[in-house]
């Protein structure tokens, strides 16, 4: 797995003479705000789709154009892009950014607004048991799933996860001179998925809107070094997604949920108050 910044700054960072105990601060501060970016490496567990259109409708070969059926068990992959940075818009790529704000001298608490940039991709050329009906029809069999076929389906404008997460960092090792920390932090929170979704559906292709589909909860735990002004994360994250309004073909919405796991590496800013 390659990521656009090497993993190992981090702990070159880290490992200048973290072997004395922590001096107090030099100054009393009201907090720090910080805001970092980074990108991210995804995984994700096998989802079972549900599709579903109540159109009375008919197409031009007088079929009704309703459909209610269920892909089981389908497998989907991230793009990350990180091949295209040096030649494209950072926010091409699989990126995330924080926003937080510790709240004391120690900074072991903060708050952080956190999102994902997280794309979700249906593996093509798979094969899915389908059940449902289809334009009036009832299905019960395995079905291979590609454009070719009958359908692509992929969140690869991003499945977007905004969450509040609250923070908790514990430090465990400081410089001598106490301008460099090193500490392991864990998040947990909880907020909402907001997808655009590329869809093609018996012969019609949708690149949709943004928009709220469900909800996300998730944790995430790892490392950070500080100096005064700079920090740097390296973590890894799981997240519940469950999607209950994604948009379709005409009318027709699709629902699934599905277990991530992200490896995410940012760089950011702090500033005291």
């Known amino acids: ?10 702990f070159f960072f880290a490992s200048i003479n973290f072997f004395a105990q922590e001096a107090p601060p030099v100054k009393s501060e009201k907090g720090r705000f910080y805001f970092s970016w980074g990108y991210n490496k995804d995984w994700f567990s096998k989802s079972d789709i549900h599709f579903k259109n109540s159109s009375t409708e008919y197409d031009s070969e007088n079929q009704v154009k309703s459909y209610d059926f269920i892909l089981y068990n389908i497998e989907a992959k991230d793009r990350p892009g990180f091949k295209d940075i040096p030649n494209t818009e950072l926010t ?3 990126y995330v950014y924080r926003i937080g704000y510790y709240f004391n001298d120690k900074r072991d608490l903060a708050i952080e607004l956190n999102f994902d940039h997280v794309k979700y991709v249906m593996r093509d050329w798979q094969t ?11 299905y019960d069999l395995d079905t291979m799933i590609s454009p070719d076929n009958f359908l692509a389906f992929e969140h690869s ?3 977007n996860f ?7 960092r514990h430090k465990l090792l400081n410089s001598k001179n ?3 920390h090193l500490s392991a932090i864990i998040k947990v929170g909880a907020g909402i998925g907001i997808p655009k979704t ?8 949708l690149d949709n809107r943004f928009h709220v589909a469900g909800f996300i909860a998730g944790s995430e735990g790892g490392l950070r070094y500080d100096s005064r002004y700079f920090f740097a994360e390296y973590t890894a994250k799981g997240s519940f997604a469950n999607f209950t309004n994604v948009l ?14 992200e490896n995410i590496l940012t760089i950011g800013l702090q500033f005291p108050l």
Do not use: C
């Not at 797995?1 to 190992?8: E, I």
């Open 1 to 10: 797995m390659k990521y656009p910044f090497p993993v190992f700054f981090l």
């Open 92 to 94: 091409i790529p699989q």
């Open 128 to 138: 899915a048991r389908l059940k449902g009906t289809i334009h009036g029809q009832y």
């Open 157 to 159: 404008d991003g499945a």
């Open 162 to 168: 905004l969450l509040l997460n609250i923070v908790k």
């Open 178 to 180: 106490t301008r460099h």
């Open 198 to 205: 590329r869809v093609q559906l018996f012969g019609e292709t």
């Open 248 to 261: 379709v073909i005409g009318e027709g919405k699709a629902s699934h949920h599905f277990w991530t796991l």
